[in-house]
């Protein structure tokens, strides 16, 4: 039985460094066995950057949509402010006398129909 | 066979050999390439500048809360959040890389601009806008401020304008967005809305009001994300923690604005005419429930400007209710059962007060008018006499002075604990801060004088808030049950009730209803025959109590040197006077004057109107017709 010695580690990195020299080296760790899944694991590093990718793109997206929806809601806020503004009582009722209506404030309580 | 014959010249594979010059050309590349990223990732130091520039960066932005909402009774809203711009100008730029001809075009679009501003400005000319933009040109100013804050609408026309319109890396244009507190009905109930200086303010003394006490609910809670730069722009990075901004959420409160406009309307008409007035404040509430229907409290700016909402006097400023209080006396004493009949009589012949030294003027006239020596409680209660409400309380509730110093005051402190239970003694939760407890004085400490009973009697002695004395007539309108005076209806959020509030009770039962029916016989003489005759006639009958009393100035007289008084005029009622439906109360302040301003001149005329006005528009006075069933089929 062949027993180890330190002059191996020598000898190991002598002969990688020739297979790598020679162009053998893979070929000698007869690495084609893992070539599938070489491959595979290469497969998922793209897939992987190209799915970064996109959604990069889409939070792209996504910011400039909040954006267009926070212009929105300010001019949301907007027209409501003025809608109000203007529905106020005392307000109302200048307005129609200006305007020359005829429309006032009640003069007398509303009658209602009991159901 | 010649060994010669079989050893053929090796032949060259070139190919081959190129080959393997390119493998081992690839294989020292990777080499260095390995040395040369393990060189760079263990002990290379890159320049911190380029280091920077070179790193995304991934920065934690803050996201703003939406403020929520305050809507009335009715959902309107009364106070939003919108944006407001302030625009600013960098007003260097392009300024090295112009030259001559460039320069003048850039100054001539800027003259254009500057006319477009003074449209928009118009308390600066576009000689002025310009003179601004071209001196701080010349002087290299890179932050001018544009005007004053716009809204959105002044905004999209400004950005419009010629030279900003090419974008604010031709033109400098800086604009700053805030969102700020918006209030649609202006001035209206301002003080009882209150304010909070912005949504991001930790600062809490400049919470005020409605704002300001709800600020939990109505700020929210800010979220918080990390951004980082891409080839697309600022995007968040999904791989940092994200935490969602939570919205504030809406106050629904009891202010009814149209209410609120008629009141504060009413109100300015009275007082806007009258130099000698510092103030005035007018509550309206619902009986059944306490709901502030409408708040008014109006103080002169600097003491002389127009009237604007700046303090809470109903509920900040206390003073002697004067013979609004008349009616707590006849509430002890009829709940004592020291008197049985509004009719019960006292004599009446001098005016003064046995055992104190209170004179009423009014009596010896009374009784020489009604050619009679007594006057019935009713009577002085119409005509507010101060002798007649003095003297219940002392002759009811006087000292036991025969027990010696400092004993037999039993019969007083009563009197006072009935003052207490009818919460006239105490500052009760409340949903504005600055509730101001009312003063009571107290007959074992040494300040209290032979007067004082007599005093508090009719008004005088004690310190009352307005909102105190309405919540008191409150419960007599109310058959004795005394409601809490609230504002704030329920806590929404995108228009679904999180939390009800409500109607609360401050005393169950501070009279029985028979009392309180006495009591409103009582007010409403007053209204039809004493001293608020103004009332008389109204659209629905109106049942209340007036009052007057004089400041005191700092040498503890009503009056100064030139005999000018300070006067607290009240008027306190309900209406309508045999159903009630809302209690109302209006109080005006005077500087020292020598005008009058009686509880039944203004504080009744404003009433008048906003009854008038109620009774008009309220669904709870609304005729109802019945269909005939025969004709329905």
Known sequence: ???????????????????????????????????IHIAYTFLLFGLIIWISLMIETTMSKVE???????????????????????????????????????????????????R | MSTEATHTPKKRDRIGV?????????????????????????????????????????????IEPARGNILDAEGRLLAISCPIYQFYMDCTVLKETNNAQQEQAWLDKAR???????????????????????????????????????????????IELPLFRDGRYRSGMIVEQEQIRQYPYGKLARRTIGFVRNNKSTVTNTHIGLEGKFDYILHGQEGREWMR????????????????????????ITL?????????KALREQIVEEPDLEGATLVLMEVKTGAIRAMVNLVREDGTGPFEEIQNLAIGRKGEPGSVFKTVTLMSVLNDGFIKSLDETLPATTGHVAGTSINDDHIPSYAWQHKTNRISILDGFKISSNYVFATLAVQNYGIDKSKGRGKGLEKTERFLQNIYNYKLGEAFAFDLDGLQTPTIPSPSTRYWTDTDLGSIGFGYSTEETPLHILTFYNAIANKGRMMKPYLVEDIEEKGIVTERRGPGVLNAAVCSKAVADTITRALKAVTEEGTAKRLKGAKCAVAGKTGTSFGTYANGQYQDAQGRRKYQGTFVGFFPADAPQYS??????????????????????????????????DPAFREQLKRNPAQAQ
């Not at chain 1, 000898?11 to 020299?21: C, P």
């Not at chain 1, 109000?84 to 209602?112: D, F, H, Q, W, Y």
């Not at chain 2, 009814?256 to 504060?264: K, L, R, T």
């Open chain 1, 64 to 114: 400039k949509n909040k954006a267009v929806l926070k212009e929105l809601e300010i001019v949301h806020s907007q027209k409501v402010f003025e809608v109000v503004n203007i529905s106020r009582r005392s307000s109302v009722e200048k307005l129609l006398e200006e305007m020359g209506s005829k429309v006032t404030e009640a003069e007398k309580p509303a009658t209602t129909v009991k």
């Open chain 2, 256 to 264: 009814n604005i149209d209410y609120q406009d008629i009141a504060d």
């Open chain 1, 1 to 35: 039985m062949k027993t180890w010695k330190i002059a191996d580690i020598g000898q190991f990195f002598k002969n990688s460094f020739t297979a790598v020299l020679k162009g053998e080296f893979l070929l000698r760790l007869n690495i084609g066995r893992y070539f």
């Open chain 2, 584 to 617: 109302i109360i209006c109080t005006v302040y005077s500087k020292p004057t020598g005008k009058q301003f009686q509880g039944g001149g203004i504080p009744a005329r404003a009433i008048r109107t906003v009854v008038d006005q109620l009774y008009n528009i």
């Open chain 2, 112 to 158: 254009e601009l500057s006319a477009g501003l003074a449209a928009e400005f118009p308390e600066k000319s576009a000689d002025q806008f310009y003179k601004l933009i071209k001196d701080s040109r010349a002087a290299g100013k890179k932050y001018v401020r544009i005007g004053r804050p716009v809204d959105r609408n002044a905004y999209n026309r400004i």
């Open chain 2, 18 to 62: 190129i080959l393997y010059l390119l493998y081992v050309a690839l294989l020292i590349a990777s080499v260095i390439l390995i040395v040369r990223l393990t060189g760079i990732q263990l002990f290379f130091q890159p320049d911190p500048k380029i280091e920077a520039a070179l790193t995304p960066s991934n920065t934690v932005s803050i």
């Open chain 2, 229 to 252: 730069v891409t080839d697309y722009g600022r995007v968040r990075n999904t791989d940092s923690a994200f935490v969602k901004a939570v919205d504030g959420k809406d106050l629904r």
